[in-house]
Structure formats: structure tokens, C-alpha cells
């Protein structure tokens, strides 16, 4: 279905209108509206439904463009507060917040905050895995389900999503409370910590100047297998559609978000495993005879 372009504000929509539509200045209004008229006949118009006007007295265009300006102002007046960005599978999107800091989100996550609000409480709500590069100021929250991490300014990546709930400082620090209410970690650069299974926070090194998923390497230690498939799916937007019970295995290893075959074959092969694939987004593991 083709999607309807969305216009962000009225300039946008004017423009769109008027792109190429030359009206010198002592040009009637007739001729404008003729001009006008034929750039929609020859099909020079956004896509949507063709609606043709004849030229009406100009008290009845001064009530149309107030009943228009009236809509306008409605929908900024009572749109939503919370804005919510999503990054779709098997892409990365980046979002700059109101006061400059900025959000990366990895596949299959998304963030939602307050947009009106957003001078005097900077907390965003967290679903999936996100690097954020904190601009100096007030207090910043990221909240999740499974714990909320409090900076001032700084660089830091959170992981939240399937039971797991991982935060790493790469510049400044950060606070990190788990829900479950055991004692809060504060992480210095190069320190992360990972809920344990008592949801504890547990202690480990955060490699490198900036998350690997950013640069499209996915790395994992003694991590469940189920874990490393979600992360696959995500990442081509692929469906293991069957595989053998890998219940208590885990996976050290890494694959790379640039090919996929590739992607498979460095995680199967330690598993014992082969890939198969039915059609271009199934895939099936099965194990190696």
C-alpha cells in the first residue's frame, strides 16, 4: 500500500503546493489560479484524492483559510505530550532530544518522553537497548521495567529487554538502581554492571569507546542461546521459525550485522547447529548429523 507523505507543518504543505508555481508580481490572481489549476490537471500534485475549486469571492477564501488555520492550531494545541520514536527491525536510528543530547536506538527499541515538558523533568521511558550522549544539565533519567539509570552528562548504553537489564558508562557517571530494589551501582568510564538472577547488580568491563552494536558487532558471553537468536531476528528482521531444544546452552562468540549468511554460520557452527532457510525471511536450525 503506498504510504501518504506526512506533512510536518503547514509550511511543508505550502510548499509542496507552490514548489515551481512562478506567479510574477504583476501577474493577475485569474492567471495565478489558471496556472494552478493546470499543474493539477497534468498530475503535479501530492498524492491523495484531487479535489478541483473554482474561484470563489474572496470573503468565502479568507473563511476557508481560517477554518484551516483553526485545524491547524487545534491539532498543536491538543496533540499528545509524549512523543515516542521507534527504530523498526533490522535498522538503528538516531534522535536528538530537546536540549541537544542524543539517542541511538538499536532494532526493535524505542524511547518515549515529554516533549512539553522536557526543561524541567528529562526523563525518557525505555523499551529495547539504547546509547545515549548526554548534554550537561539537570537531572536525566532512563526508565525501564527493570531499573532506572540517573546521570548529569554523560555517554552510557542501557540494555533492557527479555529478562535482561545491562547498563555500561563509557564517559562520566551514572547511577544504576535495579527494580528490585537491591542496592544501586554507581559506574565510572569503562565499568557496567547486569542484573544477576537474585536482581543484584553484577560487575563487568565495558569494552571499547562506544557499545558494538553501533558499529554493527554483536558480542556475547556465555549468553542463553535464545538470547543470540533474538538478537539475530532483530538485527536481518529474519523469523527462526523452528530449531532443537537449546534449553541451558549458552553462546560465546560474535557475529556481524553485514551478512547474514555469514551471521549464521558464525553462530551455528559452535553449536552444532546448520541453517536452512525457507523462503527469505524463515529460517531453520536443525542439528548437525
Avoid at 496533540?79 to 536506538?105: F, N, Q, W, Y
Amino acid at each position: 500500500m503506498q504510504q501518504m507523505k506526512n506533512y510536518t507543518n503547514s509550511d511543508d504543505f505550502l510548499a509542496q503546493w507552490t514548489s515551481g508555481l512562478e506567479v510574477p508580481a504583476r501577474r493577475s490572481r485569474e492567471e495565478a489560479w489558471n496556472q494552478l489549476v493546470a499543474r493539477i490537471e497534468a498530475g503535479q500534485q501530492p498524492a491523495g484524492r484531487v479535489v478541483r475549486f473554482r474561484p470563489q469571492p474572496v470573503w468565502a477564501a479568507l473563511a476557508a483559510a481560517a477554518a484551516v488555520a483553526l485545524l491547524l492550531g487545534g491539532y498543536w494545541l491538543f496533540s499528545p505530550r509524549t512523543l515516542e520514536i521507534s527504530a523498526p527491525p533490522a535498522a538503528h536510528l538516531a534522535h536528538t532530544l530537546p536540549d541537544g543530547s542524543v539517542v541511538k536506538l538499536n532494532a526493535e527499541s524505542s524511547i518515549s518522553y515529554d516533549r512539553n515538558g522536557w526543561s524541567g523533568d528529562r526523563s525518557i521511558r525505555l523499551e529495547g537497548e539504547a546509547w545515549f550522549d548526554v548534554e550537561p544539565g539537570a537531572r536525566f533519567e532512563v526508565r525501564t521495567v527493570y531499573g532506572t539509570v540517573t546521570v548529569l552528562g554523560t555517554e552510557f548504553n542501557v540494555r533492557a529487554r527479555e529478562g535482561a537489564f545491562e547498563v555500561a558508562c563509557f564517559s562520566g557517571k551514572v547511577q544504576v538502581q535495579p527494580a528490585s530494589g537491591r542496592q544501586a551501582a554507581v559506574l565510572s568510564p569503562g565499568e557496567a554492571v547486569r542484573t544477576a538472577a537474585d536482581g543484584a547488580l553484577s560487575a563487568f568491563e565495558a569494552e571499547g569507546a562506544a557499545p558494538g552494536w553501533q558499529s554493527g558487532t554483536f558480542t556475547f558471553r556465555e549468553a542463553p542461546f535464545a538470547e543470540v537468536v533474538a538478537e539475530l531476528e532483530r538485527q536481518f528482521d529474519v523469523q527462526i521459525v523452528e530449531m532443537p531444544d537449546m534449553t541451558g546452552r549458552t553462546y560465546t562468540g560474535a557475529f556481524f550485522s553485514d551478512n547474514l549468511t555469514d551471521a549464521l554460520q558464525m553462530v551455528c557452527e559452535p553449536m552444532g547447529l546448520s541453517a536452512i532457510f525457507e523462503g527469505d525471511k524463515q529460517i531453520r536450525l536443525e542439528s548437525r548429523r
